[in-house]
């Protein structure tokens, strides 16, 4: 999500069943950036919660490989 005048960006991510929601402030939308910072959360997060979360298919994803290999 970008903010007004492109300033501000955020990512999200939500899992399914609870639909429990991180909302990360992110520099840009570069997918190198977005992976790096949803690694970081998502390590520090239960790994019970994992399991059944989803993000957005954007092209600020595509570098997801990178979370699973960070995430491992």
Known sequence: MIGKDLK???GTIVERK???TLIIQLKSKKA????IKFS???NKLNPIY???MTYDNGI???RH???MEIQE
């Open 65 to 67: 490989e990178i979370i």
């Open 60 to 62: 600020e994803m595509a």
């Open 32 to 35: 190198m950036e977005v992976a």
């Open 50 to 52: 994992k399991k059944s």
């Open 40 to 42: 970081i959360i998502l």
């Open 18 to 20: 609870k639909r429990f």
């Open 8 to 10: 501000r960006t955020i």
